[in-house]
């Protein structure tokens, strides 16, 4: 097949370019590399993926609709991942035109190509996010989502609303991933995995929020990447969503599916470094939530996987990984 990875230079598109590496498919990845983080470190990313011939890099906007035509009219892809968005919740609270750039007029672009190209499947990155303040946990994506608290949530749930749409009117097969957590080696800077480590071999503090009262669902990146190239190929077909008209989208969490305790976590990374944490206890953030928590039954009977990587090891692997790539 021919495959598009969007976001190929970010820490999942990464790690999916080089998971399918090696299969017998042809693969394009675009990504514009934007300076929301250390772009060397996408660079970086980049150049690891040097030693697979299937995997070509294209830099592209895909707010350009124009540049997004022609990628899809003249590549001609079987299969779409896209990744490519602009992540983070606290930054909407800053840059929120960024969002409605990257993560709205981007997707419909993206839509467009596979609608007009005749994509035989698109699956796309939404996120926990999604799910806002929910009491009920586990999270289960038949959950109503329609209070977001933060811009990014909002986009990530019209991501979702604008794939149901294309999918039951073009009939294009949309499966959407609601992320829980990544982490690991190549994560991103702004993420509690990266600051954390960073800061506790540093001597430096880490800040706390909601004085540690928090959980997550974190997901270790091989898990993930195991999950979507699992997904990719359990195409929708008409009648999957019985509760719509029977359009071809399907929905899924994908998480570990055991919430880790915040101080926990913080535990795993004085265990890996091998030093303490200095922690600096900070109320909640505005958009931030208490805890995530994955129901990932149904990404399980339709893939038959379930997630590996403990918490332990996971961030013993991203530590390791760390102290490699910066010499610490």
């Avoid at 305790?261 to 990374?269: G, I, K, S, T």
Wanted: net charge negative; proline share 5%; aromatic share 10%.
């Amino acid at each position: 097949m021919k495959l598009l990875i969007t976001g190929m230079a970010g820490f999942i598109g990464h790690a999916v370019a080089r998971r399918l590496s090696g299969r017998g498919h042809e693969i394009l990845g675009v990504d514009n590399l934007n300076a929301y983080y250390d772009v060397a470190l996408k660079q970086a990313r980049l150049d690891d993926l040097g030693d697979c011939p299937d995997v070509r890099f294209r830099r592209l906007d895909l707010a350009d609709r124009e540049a997004t035509a022609r990628l899809f009219a003249e590549e001609g892809f079987d299969r779409v991942v896209h990744l490519a968005a602009q992540p983070g919740v606290r930054y909407s609270l800053e840059n929120p035109h960024a969002y409605a750039d990257a993560n709205l007029i981007a997707h419909l672009n993206v839509l467009e190509g596979c609608r007009h190209q005749r994509v035989e499947h698109l699956v796309y990155a939404s996120s926990s996010s999604v799910y806002g303040a929910n009491d009920k946990v586990p999270f289960a994506t038949d959950d109503n989502v329609d209070h977001p608290i933060s811009l990014y949530a909002a986009t990530k749930k019209a991501n979702e609303l604008m794939a149901h749409t294309y999918a039951h009117l073009y009939e294009l097969p949309t499966t959407g991933l609601r992320f829980f957590t990544v982490y690991g080696p190549w994560g991103r800077p702004d993420m509690a995995m990266f600051k954390f480590a960073r800061a506790v071999l540093a001597g430096e503090p880490i800040e706390i929020y909601n004085h540690g009262e928090m959980s997550r669902d974190f997901t270790y990146i091989d898990d993930i990447v195991e999950g979507i190239v699992r997904i990719l190929d359990v195409v929708p077909g008409r009648g999957t969503d019985e509760a719509a008209g029977g359009a071809p989208y399907a929905l899924y969490n994908i998480g570990h599916g055991s919430p880790v305790a915040l101080m926990d976590f913080v535990r795993a990374v004085e265990a890996a470094t091998g030093r303490q944490a200095i922690c600096d206890f900070q109320p909640m953030q505005p958009g931030d939530v208490p805890r995530t928590w994955a129901d990932t039954e149904a990404l399980f009977a339709a893939t038959g996987y379930r997630p590996r990587v403990g918490v332990e090891e996971g961030v013993r692997r991203f530590v390791d990984w760390y102290r490699g790539f910066y010499g610490v």
